[in-house]
């Protein structure tokens, strides 16, 4: 088994390109990290937080996010058992509304 890190510089490169990882921390910065690991991470990333927050502090840190994506919502009502309509994401309407579907 694997040893799980606890270094920014070990998520996927595609996660933070457009920040200096050097500037994050786990503290400072967990709403941010959380919430691109559910959009865009792989797996290791998703370990990775997993091993440092533990699903019931991702759980809590997502709830009160605006921008996340209901698909990311729904995965941490699932594994936290916390109603998804407790999400803010799924409560609260984007102030600029979606591009019609043709």
């Known amino acids: ?10 998520f996927s ?15 400072k910065n967990k709403r941010f990290i959380i919430q691109r690991v559910l959009e865009y991470g792989l797996m290791n990333d998703w370990k990775i937080i997993y091993h440092h927050y533990g699903i019931k502090e991702i759980a ?3 709830l009160h996010s605006k921008e ?14 916390i109603p998804k ?7 609260t309407k984007p102030s600029t509304p979606k591009h019609w579907n043709f």
Request: proline share 2%; net charge negative.
């Open 1 to 10: 088994m694997t040893a799980i890190s606890n270094k920014i510089e070990d």
């Open 13 to 27: 490169p595609h996660l933070f390109w457009d920040v200096d990882k050097k500037s994050l921390t786990f503290f």
């Open 60 to 62: 809590e840190t997502t």
């Open 68 to 81: 996340l994506d209901k698909k990311s919502a729904s995965f941490i009502s699932m594994l936290s058992g």
């Open 85 to 91: 309509e407790q999400f803010l994401c799924y409560t």
